[in-house]
């Protein structure tokens, strides 16, 4: 979604890197290109003016450190002022000490917070918690069988009653079931429309009045740009809530609704959805989100979902072949099957400080892993713990059981040396375990 705007602020901010000495011409003109860039992406314009003149007012008063060039201070500045617009700090929700925890969602038809109901009850469910879902958006026919069927899907508790249009009697019942069953959390999806309308708040407000939610998120679509950050003002004049679910963060949208709706509502974004799966939702990070748009990666939520795709023995056992330079085809799946939890390829190299630039242009494929699979799987058990077994006759043999060809098997094969050696190398050196890595990055 950031890719423009990430683009025009890279090579804005990397004109000033390396420069021992900036002119205030320079960062005038460094501020024109950064609200040139805002502007494009789609963010409010009273917003773009006011970050701009903050960022141009630090660089022009703040000491430079001894640390820093002068261009590294103003990139400091811009990265600072980014996470100050999309909120200081990471935003969670609030939990009742006496459960059910209610959260109420709220939002417009067509921003997808029927999915985004169900993808924070499975986000829940991952921390531990005991998620329960009420189907009260009986505006929309299909609505309810869709919550129904996500229920089904990530075996969660779908409270639901067809034979009646009253949206705060299905509500109340579900609080009912929830306290009954004890479920420590109940996600309420509520009924939306077309526009922001009188019918539409009063029975928000009804359903609100009765089950008295902890939290009440509205679910913004970020493909719709500044209509959702007018749909949040609409939504803040007339029913109060206390942050924001982006969804459709991984469109190719300009990013704006993302970057203006704290400014102009004043409520954070807690949750961002990332994809179209249902365990593709993470808690918002804006310090992360700054990083990610100035090119500076997110070894953070890398970290993170590195270690919500293997159980710790699993990375024990992968971080002891590692430092004994031991790299097998068995291995390979492995790492290949915990990659994929972790998100697209596109995603992940995102995330890597620096590799996102140099792999500018270069087509990511997530279907070269399916074929690189492929191969694997064609090698009996013997060939995968055992490579260096594997001759031209096995080659051939994989090749053909796999549907590709002898050059592709050997280009794996090719791969897996080269990362062998890594690995070697890896080995004699001092290589800290993931949550030593955390437990430095939280400090």
């Known amino acids: ?21 900036l002119s205030e011409e320079d960062v005038s003109k460094a501020a024109r290109e950064i609200r040139l860039a805002l502007l494009e992406a789609d963010v409010n314009f009273q917003v773009v003016k006011q970050f701009v003149a903050a960022v ?49 969602l709220a939002g417009l038809q067509g921003s997808g917070k029927t999915t985004a109901a169900a993808k924070l009850a499975l986000l829940l469910r991952k921390e531990g918690k005991t998620p329960a879902l009420v189907a009260a958006d009986l505006q929309r026919p299909a609505a309810i069988d869709q919550l129904e069927q996500l229920g089904k899907q990530i075996q969660i508790p779908v409270y639901l009653d067809r034979a009646t249009k009253d949206a705060v009697a299905v509500a109340t019942h579900g609080l009912e079931q929830a306290q009954a069953q004890g479920r420590d959390v109940l996600i309420v999806d509520t009924a939306g429309r077309l526009h922001v309308d009188e019918e539409l708040m ?10 008295k939610p902890l939290n009440v998120l509205l679910v913004l679509d970020a493909m719709t740009g500044q209509d959702a950050v007018a749909t ?14 982006m969804t459709k963060l991984d469109g190719d949208a300009r990013g704006g609704a993302a970057l203006s709706v704290k400014a102009v509502t004043g409520t954070p974004i807690k949750l961002a959805s990332t994809g179209e799966k249902l365990d593709q939702l993470e808690w918002f990070h804006p310090d992360r989100m700054a990083s990610r748009i100035l090119g500076m990666g997110d070894v953070m939520t890398l970290i993170e979902r590195a ?11 992968m971080e002891r072949r590692m430092r004994a330079g031991q790299f097998t085809f068995d291995d390979f799946l492995q790492a290949q099957r915990m990659m994929r939890k972790m998100g697209s390829l596109q995603s992940i190299v995102g995330m890597i400080p620096g590799l996102g630039k140099q792999m500018k242009g270069l087509n990511v494929d997530d279907r070269e892993l399916g074929r690189l699979e492929a191969i694997v799987l064609s090698m009996t058990a013997e060939e995968r713990a055992r490579p260096e077994i594997i001759n031209g006759a096995r080659r051939a043999r994989i090749a053909r059981g796999s549907g590709t060809s002898v050059q592709q098997v050997n280009q794996l094969m090719t791969a897996r040396k080269q990362m062998q050696k890594m690995m070697k190398q890896m080995g004699k050196g001092k290589m800290p375990n993931l949550q030593s890595i955390v437990a430095q990055q939280r400090r």
């Open 56 to 104: 141009k007012e630090r660089a022009a008063g703040e000491e430079i450190t001894k640390s820093l060039t002068p261009g590294q201070q103003v990139v400091k500045i811009v990265h600072e002022e980014l996470t100050a617009l999309m909120g200081q700090g990471g935003s969670k929700l609030a939990f009742a000490g006496r459960p059910p925890t209610v959260i109420l």
């Open 307 to 317: 270690e919500a795709a293997a159980e710790e023995d699993e990375q024990a056992a």
């Open 232 to 245: 949040a003002e609409a939504f803040a004049e007339r029913i109060a809530f206390d942050g924001v679910v």
């Open 1 to 21: 979604m950031f890719d423009s705007l990430s683009d025009k602020l890279q090579a804005t901010l990397g004109d000033l890197r390396g420069r021992g000495r």
């Open 202 to 211: 009063d029975e928000l407000a009804a359903v609100r009045t009765a089950v």
